[in-house]
């Protein structure tokens, strides 16, 4: 994942680290090349506009340029800069005191909702959780079916009410069932559409306060760039979601959405996927992810 950004970047920053010594024309040279980098990568252009000030300020305004080790420092700036930007520090789930802690997971049809909702049980089962999947998209064809071939997949039982019943009915009955059955986290999947309307939204709010999740993801598809940020947005701005699954980062996705859902959306990456795998996921670190894309 992120190959050219980061063979880009790379490539800035080794011809930074061959000077020895910095003039201020040096980092906004270097500045000009991280921003056309970043905007390649498809980062929001109001995200680079900012950081790239930001670091060419602390650079020149910590009177760095005339050190041995300037163009090290520098880098080590940006490096900082850019944690930040992906949100500082990694944002872990919230779980409940009180049995069952409830996850609902929403996003646009396609986005990777079941798939995500099946590696999230894989995880926590992993972590010695009892989870339990919830079939909560009851309008698109084969949705349940698949649901339960990934609750097989990952050993977790499913639990639905079929296409029939009203999804917040439905999420409500799974909770109840949850504390009976000693299920320690709910996960529901719910609809998606193939872009925002206000009937989704009616039935996620719906969902949403028939069982007041502890956690609302967003599941998106980095694969859509800045799109996806736009749809990170109109979901936050309806639902006050949680957090973000950024899903597809295994595929040619040039990374401006993970770069720049955190300062545009105000919500942290919690997770990314990274294949079709039930094991593709991973936890969302910003440094390690800086210390991959920067080398
Ligand atoms: P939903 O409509 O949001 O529930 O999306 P699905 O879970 O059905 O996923 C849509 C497609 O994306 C499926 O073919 C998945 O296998 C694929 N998919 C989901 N997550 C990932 C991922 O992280 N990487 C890749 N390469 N494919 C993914």
């Known amino acids: ?3 050219s950004l980061t063979d880009k970047l790379q490539g800035v920053f080794k011809r930074l680290r061959g000077k020895s010594s910095l003039s201020e024309q040096d980092v906004n040279d270097a500045m000009r090349e991280v921003r056309l980098v970043l905007l390649e990568a498809d980062v929001n252009f109001k995200v680079v506009k900012d950081f790239t000030a930001r670091v060419r300020e602390r650079a020149v305004g910590e009177q760095i340029l005339e050190g041995l080790n300037a163009p090290q420092q520098v880098v080590k700036i940006v490096s900082e800069e850019l944690t930040a930007l992906l949100g500082g520090e990694q944002a872990p789930l919230t779980f409940s005191h009180q049995s069952p802690t409830v996850i609902m997971l929403c996003g646009l049809q396609g986005a990777g909702k079941t798939t995500h909702a099946g590696k999230l049980a894989a995880m926590l089962r992993k972590q010695g959780r009892n989870p339990m999947l919830v079939a909560g998209d009851i309008y698109r064809p084969a949705a ?11 050993k977790t039982p499913v639990f639905t009410m079929g296409d029939q019943t009203d999804p917040a ?3 409500k009955a799974a909770v109840d069932k ?10 529901v999947d719910t609809a998606g559409r193939l872009q925002i309307d206000e009937a989704l939204m009616d039935e996620l709010r719906r969902v949403k306060a028939a069982v007041r999740p502890h956690e609302i993801l967003l599941v998106v598809d980095a694969m859509t760039g800045q ?11 309806a ?13 040619d996705a040039r990374g401006g959405a993970a770069l720049s859902v955190k300062t545009v959306v105000g919500k942290p990456i919690k997770f990314v996927g990274v294949g079709e795998k039930m094991d593709a996921l991973e936890i969302f670190y ?3 992810m800086v210390s991959r894309i920067l080398g």
């Open 144 to 154: 349940i079916k698949q649901l339960e071939v990934v609750g097989e997949q990952v």
């Open 169 to 171: 009915e439905i999420a």
């Open 178 to 187: 949850a504390q009976r059955y000693g299920n320690d986290v709910v996960i």
């Open 1 to 3: 994942m992120f190959e």
């Open 227 to 237: 799109e996806a940020v736009n749809v990170a947005k109109g979901f936050n701005d």
């Open 239 to 251: 639902l006050e979601i949680d957090g973000v699954i950024l899903t597809k980062l295994d595929g």
């Open 286 to 288: 910003p440094d390690r």
